[in-house]
């Protein structure tokens, strides 16, 4: 990962917080590679934090302080939440929707400062399965932003356990 780099008037990046120019020639990068490298960059993150089970506490340099979470309404922990303290209040309620032993990432994508990670996840105290994907925004190697995605359908949603309502809004069933 390069630090510090910095922009030339043609669209060059030079390692170096200090450096006004490099001091080889093979030291250039465009903004492309720098970028692809810091996606690359959050995508293995990502990969890790889901694929281990992990918490986003596990890993306090890689966030922001002010983390904006977005979960859907239709989920008993719906709404936005801004910040580690609200995480904290509401991620029990996480905890104890899910069946983590049945928690399956499916892939890791990642696109400029964003990065998906489709998962398909169990219930907890149910059989049921639901496909997700979750939408990580970040600045840099800092996470800034998480919006998470219901993926099933309405069938396949009542088949696992969650009804969706005419304002599409739903709750799981008792």
Known sequence: M???CRRSKVGVRYPGPYRSHPARPD???LDSEINMTTTEE???FI????GTKKRLEDYPERFDQNLVMHEPACLPFGGTYVGLEQFQKFYPQVRDFYDFGRFELLGVYGDGDMVFATIRAGLADS???IFIAE???FEGTKL???RLHICDDKQAAQ???IRIGSKLACHVAN
């Open 2 to 4: 390069l630090l510090g």
């Open 27 to 29: 030291e250039l990068l």
């Open 42 to 44: 959050n995508k293995a």
């Open 47 to 50: 990969q890790e934090m889901i």
């Open 127 to 129: 059989d049921g399965t």
């Open 135 to 137: 939408q990580f925004r």
């Open 144 to 146: 800034v932003e998480v």
């Open 159 to 161: 088949e696992a356990g």
